[in-house]
């Protein structure tokens, strides 16, 4: 087993790139933990202000509560415990628990998602499969579906 930890504060921003399944979790500390059993690799590092993490294969990590959160999973993606800003794509299926603010998320397979609200702007929901979305604060929303059975739209305030 591989394991990497970095120091990176109490609300940084992340980005995960993994070519297998990836688990993030937030925890109450300021440190970034990754592990992987892959014989591809794990590398953590920082660019420009955001903290990056590369797995060559399936992943566990441990990352501040309050990080702003960007995964990229060649399979599925499962996050919880964020309460920052959160976009994920998945090659497999997506699942997302306990977000603060969800800005994109993209699945191949099926996607499960509980998050606080979605962010401003456009927020593009997609999923290769079953779709259930549970979203607590909505305000001034636009909700377009497209699926096998046509398009249907929803309207919350404004929106």
């Known amino acids: 087993m591989t394991h990497r ?7 940084p921003t992340i980005l995960i790139r993994a070519g297998g399944a990836v688990e993030v979790h937030g925890w109450a500390g300021d440190r970034l933990e990754a592990e992987t059993d892959s014989r591809w690799g794990l590398q953590v590092g920082q660019r420009r202000g955001t903290f990056t993490v ?7 990590l441990r990352l501040p509560t309050n990080s702003n959160l960007t995964v990229y999973s060649g399979k599925s993606a499962t996050v919880t415990g964020v309460d920052g800003r959160v976009t994920i794509h998945a090659g497999g299926g997506a699942f997302l628990r306990g977000a603060g603010t969800l800005l994109h998320l993209s699945a191949g397979g099926l996607a499960d998602i509980e998050a606080e609200e979605i962010g401003a702007g456009e927020t ?5 499969s079953h779709l259930r979305c549970a979203i607590r604060q909505l305000r001034d929303t636009r909700i377009l579906v497209s699926d096998v ?3 249907w739209e929803g309207r919350i305030g404004h929106g």
């Open 149 to 151: 059975g046509g398009r």
């Open 54 to 60: 590369e797995i060559g294969g399936d992943g566990v």
């Open 5 to 11: 930890s970095m120091l990176v504060g109490l609300a």
């Open 124 to 128: 593009r929901l997609t999923a290769g």
